[in-house]
């Protein structure tokens, strides 16, 4: 009797020579297909993209918290706001818009300031600019005309001590601060962001919570050593 000793790597050769073969293979085009879907629905792409999407989403709610801050924040120390309606004012205090004043001294005002006027206490605000200062008996008489009128104011605004004169302007600020008032605003740019704050930072403590578990339960896991395996020889027989 003879015998013959096979190599692992001759055993390897003859099993993949006896495998099945798939004779009709998928088109490169379908196979890129098959494989871009299935990156799409891996879970870590959808994490990724849910991050990116809160990300976004978290940056427009800041902008907007940011606009209505600069327009409400100052009446706390002293400065008053008004929400632009009309456009008499042009593209210096477009409609939307949020000035912001502060009471000045009727002798601190001078020409090119845009101050805000009433014909009486009960009516409504008007911001116009101040085109012409004039004294009469001692008293100054401010004349004004908005940028975007033809014509000034037909009377003279008169102020006893202080007037107000604008600071600076916040753009579309007004229709926030419009739609805030409602029930549906304050629900969207109050209650929205905070829950969206609220849902990171639960994930955040749940995500690092769950690293930490899956830590402490593989403290104890016996480390098994990962060698090369040896070759094998087996001894085949032959009883011809």
């Known amino acids: 009797m003879t015998a013959k000793r096979i190599s692992l790597e001759e055993q390897a050769a003859a099993l993949l020579a006896a495998a099945p073969t798939d004779t ?62 009309g456009g008499s004012m042009g593209a210096s205090l477009p409609p939307g818009s949020v000035a912001v004043s502060k009471a000045t001294s009727a002798e601190e005002l001078s020409v090119g300031d845009v101050i805000t006027r009433r014909e009486s206490p009960d009516s409504v605000a008007v911001l116009h600019r101040i085109i012409d200062i004039t004294v009469v008996d001692g008293q100054r008489l401010f004349f004004t005309q908005g ?36 029930g549906q605003g304050k629900l969207l740019l109050i209650v929205a962001p905070l829950a969206l704050l609220a849902v990171m930072h639960f994930r955040e403590k749940w995500n690092s919570w769950r690293k930490q578990r899956g830590a402490v339960a593989g403290e104890g896991a016996p480390i098994r050593a990962i060698t090369p395996a040896e070759p094998v020889e087996e001894e085949y027989r032959d009883t011809a």
Not at 151 to 174: H, K, L, Q
């Open 24 to 85: 009709n293979p998928p088109k490169s085009g379908s196979t890129g297909r098959l494989r871009a879907l299935s990156a799409l629905v891996r879970p870590a792409t959808f994490r990724l993209l849910a991050r990116l999407l809160s990300w976004v989403v978290l940056f427009a709610v800041g902008c907007v918290l940011l606009l209505i801050a600069l327009a409400t924040l100052p009446t706390l120390v002293g400065y008053h706001t008004y929400i632009v309606y």
């Open 147 to 182: 940028d975007a009128n033809e014509a000034p104011d037909p009377d003279p605004a008169i102020f006893e001590g202080t007037g107000d004169r604008v600071v600076y302007s916040v753009p579309f600020a007004g229709y926030l601060l419009d739609y805030a008032q409602g």
